[in-house]
């Protein structure tokens, strides 16, 4: 599975920006999808994910409620409404082919990865 990111960019406080994350390959081993995100300095940490077969999404506490992902076709979205400097990362996609039950969280069970996308958010 390869995986090709893209939709980074600058942007005010209060802002919003569509990350895309489009997978080839094959695509049909995919279970879950999502985006991490990691800030100068910091440890990667989880923003979203997905299952590939539709239905379900889980977010992280800080981006409940401003953040939606979502997913046609072979492209996984996440749109990101009302940005805060603390938004500022590089923002990886992820994948992997197993069920990862309630540990979809954890960076090092994916496998497949695409490269970052910066995302600055401006006060």
């Known amino acids: 599975v390869q995986l090709q990111a893209c939709g980074g960019g600058t942007v005010q406080a209060g802002g919003s920006l569509r990350l895309s994350c489009a997978a080839s390959?094959?695509?049909?081993?995919?279970?879950?999808m999502g985006w991490f995100r990691q800030a100068p300095g910091k440890e990667r940490e989880f923003v979203s994910v997905?299952?590939?077969?539709?239905?379900s999404a889980y977010y992280a506490d800080s981006v409940k409620g401003r953040f939606t992902i979502s997913r046609d076709k072979n492209t996984v979205y996440l749109q990101m409404n009302s940005l805060e400097p603390e938004d500022t990362a590089v923002y990886y996609c992820?994948?992997?082919?197993?069920?990862?039950?309630?540990?979809?969280?954890?960076?090092?069970?994916?496998?497949?990865w695409g490269q970052g996308t910066l995302v600055t958010v401006s006060s």
């Open positions: 390959g094959r695509t049909f081993s995919i279970y879950v």
């Open positions: 997905i299952r590939w077969s539709g239905g």
């Open positions: 992820a994948a992997s082919s197993s069920n990862l039950g309630g540990s979809y969280y954890v960076s090092s069970l994916y496998a497949y």
